[in-house]
């Protein structure tokens, strides 16, 4: 048993490396890089929501040095998770009006976010719209489905895919939102039809002994984003809720994901020059709590 789910492990773990890879290449080939002096005159007239509200986010890339760029969103995979939390977030009902996670750029709101080598400024173009989640990681933020079923909610879908694909040789397509909730209601039916399989399946994940509204309703459910304190911003939303003075020292650093093209500046020492240009004051507060920028 141990050594099937093992097996699994791996073959799920090269999917997404695979994914990763593409992914990382797509995103690569979608930079345009840029000189100081163009990023400059960009933002003066491209930026200017940036520039009335300054707020800081910040995303990290793998491997990149380039100083200045601009990029527009691409069609994307979870770089290191299964898809099934992003198609319900871009396809339910219950998320309308948020950007689409699988064409976005996830990025941090006053902080550093922890994957890549590289951090860079992301400065949207102006209008742009904002997810905005409860803690550091989109994956903390469901507090109600955390609260519910004892996981998070990438290690949920990635034991919920083993356990289908172990226990009922179903394979869940992470690609296709129709497929997958066609998927789910096939389950179902077997938990219905299999009592020692729903036993299994209610002790592994807390779920579906109550079958009244059914598996993928369930999990729809306790994704909601209003129930779970989603945000849905503009930079102006941001900037007036004033996330970084509530408490500098302790504040905690929140993930966001745009569909607008962004531009891209790279950390280093030359940032308080670079935003002096732009008529702005850039304040260090140092890697525990990153950097914000603020107006003179």
């Not at 300054?54 to 299964?82: A, G, K, M, W």
């Not at 369930?218 to 503009?234: G, Q, S, V």
Request: overall charge negative; hydrophobic content about 35%; some cysteine.
């Amino acid at each position: 048993m141990f050594m099937k789910k093992y097996l699994s492990y791996l073959e799920s773990f090269s999917l997404i490396n695979d994914r990763l890879e593409r992914t990382r290449k797509l995103w690569s080939k979608n930079e345009k890089i840029m000189t100081e002096e163009k990023t400059i005159d960009f933002i003066k007239n491209n930026c200017k929501d940036f520039l009335e509200n300054p707020v800081c986010i910040t995303r990290t890339i793998y491997n990149d040095e380039i100083d200045f760029f601009y990029s527009e969103p691409i069609q994307r995979h979870s770089l290191e998770n299964l898809n099934f939390y992003n198609l319900i977030i871009d396809n339910s009902i219950m998320w309308n009006g948020y950007p689409k996670r699988l064409k976005s750029f996830c990025c941090t709101l006053y902080g550093r976010s922890q994957l890549g080598d590289i951090t860079y400024f992301v400065i949207p173009v102006d209008n742009s719209k904002w997810g905005l989640c409860t803690g550091s990681d989109l994956f903390v933020s469901f507090t109600k489905f955390i609260k519910e079923t004892g996981f998070y909610i990438n290690d949920f879908f990635n034991d919920f895919y083993d356990f289908v694909k172990d226990e009922i040789g179903m394979e869940l397509n992470d690609v296709n939102y129709q497929t997958f909730k066609e998927q789910i209601l096939k389950v179902e039916t077997m938990l219905d039809e299999n009592s020692d399989l729903r036993y299994d399946f209610i002790e592994n994940f807390g779920l579906y002994d109550d079958n009244e509204i059914g598996l993928f309703n369930t999990i729809e459910n306790l994704m909601n984003p209003k129930i779970n304190d989603f945000e849905i911003c503009t930079l102006k939303d941001m900037y007036n809720n004033d996330y970084p003075k509530q408490n500098v020292l302790n504040r905690i650093n929140r993930e966001c994901w745009t569909e607008s093209p962004c531009i891209f500046i790279r950390r280093c020492p030359n940032n308080k020059e670079f935003f002096a240009k732009l008529n702005l004051d850039f304040v260090e507060y140092g890697w525990r709590n990153d950097n914000y920028i603020d107006k003179k």
